[in-house]
């Protein structure tokens, strides 16, 4: 703070971009034998950014922050479009992720004019896939399982907060949105895209995510001179 004048500003930055797969290249020619046979991608992600800057001055103050959390996040359980598979019985290709973050911007200002911004913002590109790819069938004596499952909870909060003597002027947003190519929070997928002959034959895609955006705002101001009512 400043008796004249203050100013604080707070930046609170996560860019994180990462890949966990298991995979089976493209040419390869695999015997799975005659026992179960497990491709597995797992992966689990948490972010928390915060933002809380403050200031207080008796003539000026200005505040301003921004949390933000910029996450993309894949996860590949893949026998990928070419592969050769001999014999086999039981077959099982899984991805499973979670991906949760948490954006809080808050900014104080206090004077005489204060004046606060305050920006919460989550980008979030999160695809997990399964699949089994292109190729020559599958003949299995035993059951294949494909499956992907997804999930988490992404928040973002600003709160702007100011006290002036005479005016107070405050903003604030939260935002969560879809990054990517697909312009999506989240992609989730399981597949098989060949033909193939197996006792039992199970695939399965799920996701459950909560979102939760929330913009707070709150101003006060005085007179700007003693003859004001």
């Known amino acids: 703070g400043s008796a004249s004048v203050g100013v604080a500003?707070?930046?609170?930055?996560?860019?994180v971009d990462r890949v966990s797969t298991a995979r089976i290249s493209a040419g390869a020619v695999v015997n799975l034998g005659i026992g179960l046979v497990t491709i597995a991608a797992d992966d689990r992600m948490a972010a928390t950014a915060e933002a809380l800057p403050t200031v207080d001055s008796d003539t000026l103050g200005i505040g301003a922050s921004v949390a933000s959390n910029q996450l993309t996040s894949a996860t590949l359980a893949e026998i990928a479009d070419g592969v050769a598979l001999i014999?086999?019985?039981n077959l099982a290709v899984s991805a499973t992720s979670a991906l949760s973050s948490a954006a809080h911007a808050k900014a104080g200002a206090a004077g005489g004019v204060a004046i606060d911004a305050v920006l919460a913002l989550a980008t979030l590109d999160h695809r997990t896939i399964a699949r089994i790819g292109t190729g020559a069938g599958l003949d299995m004596t035993g059951a294949i399982n494909i499956a992907a499952a997804s999930g988490g909870a992404n928040i973002a909060i600003a709160n702007g907060e100011n006290e002036s003597g005479k005016v107070g002027v405050g903003a604030a947003a939260a935002l969560i949105l879809g990054g990517g190519d697909l312009a999506s929070t989240a992609?989730?997928?399981a597949e098989m895209a060949r033909n193939v002959k197996a006792a039992g034959l199970d695939i399965?895609?799920?996701?459950?995510f909560d979102?939760?955006?929330n913009a707070t705002a709150t101003a006060s101001g005085g007179k700007f001179n003693d003859s004001d009512p």
């Open 211 to 213: 979102y939760t955006a």
């Open 187 to 189: 992609f989730t997928s």
């Open 9 to 15: 500003g707070a930046l609170a930055l996560n860019l």
């Open 204 to 208: 399965t895609s799920s996701s459950e």
């Open 87 to 89: 014999n086999g019985k």
